[in-house]
């Protein structure tokens, strides 16, 4: 049991069992306050439920990490990185509270993968970023913009599938070999 999971029982635990103590139900057929200990049980059933929706205790930090093939960036590095690639960029605007987010983080690391050497894979926390964001109008995420040369040459916003994905990026190579 990780210590978040235990922290997000103890707190909905405590809740509920103060709640059963000085609730207000007197028939006794009331889940959460019929008695303290019915409402410990329910208030971890509860805290068990945000740990879930919160997306279970996922570490923010290794998601502002950078991995093989896909590179953390702030907006100080931006030009460097995106602007003046001579490779097709794909950039990953994210948040560490975005569940999609957490969600297409391991899709684009195995593309990232495959695609070495060939598209250049970067990501950029909205929240760290917000300038970024503005520059590039993001009003979602996960939002993935295209850029070829500088230029964006298509965005995407939510989570999309990898098979479409593969797509993309296949269409950001032809423009690349096009171009040549």
């Avoid at 635990?13 to 409402?39: V, Y």
């Amino acid at each position: 049991m990780t210590p978040t999971l235990l922290i997000y029982l103890l707190i909905g635990g405590s809740f509920g069992a103060l709640l059963g103590h000085f609730g207000s139900c007197k028939s006794g057929a009331c889940p959460l306050t019929a008695n303290w200990r019915r409402g410990a049980f329910f208030g971890a059933l509860i805290g068990l439920l945000f740990y879930s929706a919160t997306g279970g205790g996922a570490n923010s930090t290794a998601m502002n990490q950078s991995t093989p093939n896909v590179k953390h960036i702030t907006d100080a590095e931006f030009d460097a990185e995106v602007t003046q690639a001579a490779l097709p960029v794909v950039v990953d605007f994210y948040a560490t509270w975005c569940g999609p987010c957490r969600q297409l983080a391991p899709t684009m690391d195995s593309l990232a993968d495959q695609y070495a050497g060939k598209i250049k894979f970067v990501k950029v926390n909205v929240d760290e970023s917000p300038k970024l964001a503005q520059k590039f109008q993001v009003e979602g995420i996960p939002m993935l913009v295209f850029l070829q040369q500088g230029k964006t040459v298509g965005t995407s916003v939510g989570l999309i599938a990898k098979e479409d994905l593969i797509l993309r990026l296949d269409f950001l190579i032809q423009i690349q070999t096009q171009q040549k």
